[in-house]
């Protein structure tokens, strides 16, 4: 599937289940949507309250740390054009894909009533770093099963429709952190972007300049250290 060649602005709301996931996982893509003049909302599940070690950082607890990955995640949306992030603050590291999570995920499609939806794919079990985390696949999961056939059907979840959240269906699923990509983004214009809003992430970087080097490392096979080409995968489905 080819670059998609939206001719009016579009809403795109991007659920994920960390802060610094957006960024990471596609936020290259993201900046280069900003830039086009596209809405984007982030809405994170989880605050992250548990990446860190309590061995090397005794001092850190996690309600101290949700507070800090809060700021860091408005610092790093600002970077990319995103709006201010909103999060759901479950427990990090505990997401399931039920059927509570998944009337919250309905309400906030149905709240926000996006074009786009962004999300990652939950069949990853693994990553570039070894074991993909459980919350990025529950996130992705609950995520889909809202979608389909939750959100747009007004016969599922009948207490958020007597709240005022009437069906939507977004137009576009994009699942990031995929072995089974569809679709490619060229996003070499927005990789420094990209990658400044990671460094907003002060918290979970331990080491700046070998985090540069990696994320450099990721060009594409085809192209040099003195003219690297950047690509963020996706499997996108469309509804219509």
Known sequence: MTEPTWTESKKILVILAHPDDPEFFCGGTLAKWAREGHSIQYLLLTCGDKGFNPTTHPEMTPEKLCGIRHIEQAEAAKVIGAQAPL??????????????????????????????????????????????????????????????????????????????????????????????????????????IKLQGILKHKSQVQDVDKLIERMKSRRTEDSTDENPRYEEKFRVVKYV
């Open 87 to 192: 999060f759901m603050d479950l427990p990090d590291g505990y997401l399931i894909p039920d059927l509570n999570l998944r009337r919250d995920v309905v309400r906030e499609i149905r709240r926000h009533k996006p074009d786009i939806l962004v999300t990652c794919d939950p069949q990853n079990l693994f990553a570039l770093y070894g074991i993909n985390h459980p919350d990025h696949r529950a996130c992705g999961q609950v995520v889909i099963d809202a979608v389909f056939p939750a959100a747009g059907n007004p016969a599922y979840f009948p207490d958020l429709l007597a709240q005022g959240f009437e069906p939507h269906m977004p137009k576009e699923v994009w699942c990031s952190l995929t072995n089974q990509p569809n679709t490619t983004i060229d996003v070499t214009n927005t990789w420094e």
